[in-house]
């Protein structure tokens, strides 16, 4: 049975930090892309951040670059997302996934697993 459990989100004010986990279970993902999305209310889920199987590479939207920092730790079968400089417009619940491919994908569609969420509110 795999699982998904993300943790670290929160209220936190606009120009501050925080760093969401997704601890898997299951299997071994150290071979497989992991990676975040982010939905609103009221809108579809988006890709935010992912990274390579080994993790090699990494990638962003656009709306992230350069405030958000994906990263994993295989031996722990875990993956982060360090958020910092957060706006009011990063307000959404947070989701991992898990691709069965070591590449990247920006679809939501191209992810096998799923965490069940942690919302991240920012106030102005």
């Known amino acids: 049975q795999v699982q998904l459990v993300e943790s670290g989100g929160g209220l936190v004010q606009a120009g501050g930090s925080l760093r969401l986990s997704c601890a898997a279970s299951?299997?071994?993902?150290?071979?497989?892309?992991m990676g975040w999305f982010r939905q609103a209310p009221g809108k579809e889920r988006e890709f935010v951040a992912a990274?390579?199987?080994?993790?090699?590479?990494?990638d962003y939207a656009d709306s992230v670059k350069g405030r958000f920092t994906i990263s994993r730790d295989n031996a722990k079968n875990t993956v982060y997302l360090q958020m910092s400089s957060l706006k009011p417009e990063d307000t959404a619940v947070y989701y991992c996934?898990?691709?069965?491919?070591?590449?990247?994908?920006?679809?939501?569609?191209?992810?096998?697993?799923w965490g069940q969420g942690t919302q991240v509110t920012v106030s102005s």
């Open positions: 996934a898990v691709r069965r491919l070591p590449s990247i994908a920006v679809l939501h569609t191209s992810y096998d697993y």
């Open positions: 299951g299997r071994t993902f150290s071979g497989y892309a």
């Open positions: 990274i390579t199987g080994s993790g090699g590479r990494t």
